[in-house]
């Protein structure tokens, strides 16, 4: 394909077309029959011609005032552009449109503070569910079931937060987090390791503690854990903000922790994690084949088995 200006704005999954030097992005794309999202008509009120950046954001004018007005109402990420008042200085770059059509808009203009509209990182992500939960319900009354929860959590969430990790979801009697939001890989790995250790001695105490003086029960955990990349992004929901950590690594951080059951030891680590320890514990390892993963994967057995017989 031929173009009569060697300035190109390539839209991800869509077109390449040219732009002249005087033309701003939304008007050379509307001038080319390409479709964009432009309530105010390309005045910097709107933001719904918003554009994320994927490469050559070098050649892009700077921000002028009228986006920088704009910019601190929605709080927009940095490589996040306003297509009526960007232009191309020369080059090349590619972009993505983040408003596809209206039905995307109350997901970026209900709420001006959902600022990670989504990313890749590496993360060390950990799953730790309390075994045997399903007994404790049938035995105890609702009040102390959900009083011995947060109880555990409580916990937990201290030394996760000691260690940098970030709850992302609670399920139940179960655990999600992540870890590595700001840090490189060998200290997340070193970080998940420490907290998940941590977690185990500090139920310990609490057993001996607390839970059996009160409530007559030994509560165990399994936690597994992997690292690898993953997609983030905020979620509004209810006027709530959540972060989103999904991908296939999450899933086979979660596929460890099942396995635990299956290798009786509370705490498994993917090879992916274990390399990156400064400390490499002396342990046994397996090679598993883990439900939806293709390739078996080696993981190291670093805690201890389970005190009583598990309900697989």
């Not at 839209?11 to 080319?32: C, G, M, Q």
């Not at 390409?34 to 008509?41: H, Q, T, V």
């Not at 600022?115 to 319900?137: A, H, M, P, Y």
């Not at 514990?281 to 190291?300: E, R």
């Amino acid at each position: 394909m031929m173009f009569s200006s060697n300035n190109i704005i390539t839209l991800l999954n869509d077109v390449s077309f040219s732009i002249e030097p005087d033309e701003t992005i939304l008007h050379a794309a509307l001038k080319r029959g390409i479709p964009f999202c432009c309530e105010c008509g390309g005045n910097a009120r709107c933001s719904t011609c918003r554009i994320l950046i994927i490469e050559g954001e070098e050649n892009l004018t700077e921000i002028n005032s009228a986006e920088e007005e704009l910019r601190k109402h929605f709080e927009l990420p940095e490589n996040v552009r306003l297509a009526c008042q960007t232009q191309l200085k020369n080059g090349k770059v590619k972009i993505k449109r983040i408003m596809n059509d209206e039905s995307d808009y109350p997901l970026y203009l209900k709420n001006k503070h959902v600022k990670d509209i989504g990313r890749e990182l590496q993360l060390c992500l950990l799953f730790l569910d309390i075994r045997n939960f399903t007994s404790i319900v049938e035995h105890h009354l609702a009040f102390d079931v959900i009083h011995i929860i947060r109880k555990l959590f409580l916990s937990f969430e201290e030394i996760i937060n000691q260690y940098g990790g970030k709850i992302i979801e609670t399920v139940g009697d179960g655990l999600y987090v992540a870890f590595g939001f700001n840090n490189n890989l060998q200290q997340s790995a070193n970080d998940t390791v420490n907290c998940g250790n941590a977690i185990l001695k500090s139920l310990k105490s609490l057993n001996e503690e607390y839970f059996k003086k009160y409530f007559r029960e030994e509560i165990e955990v399994g936690i597994g854990a992997h690292l690898g990349k993953v997609a983030i992004g905020d979620l509004l929901l209810r006027d709530n903000k959540h972060q989103i950590v999904m991908g296939y690594a999450v899933n086979i951080a979660s596929r460890i922790q099942e396995v635990t059951k299956k290798l009786n030891n509370n705490f498994i680590i993917s090879v992916d994690i274990y390399q990156f320890l400064d400390k490499k514990p002396l342990c046994k390892y397996s090679y598993q084949f883990l439900k939806g993963v293709k390739s078996s994967i080696k993981l190291y057995l670093i805690g201890g088995p389970f005190l009583y017989k598990l309900n697989k």
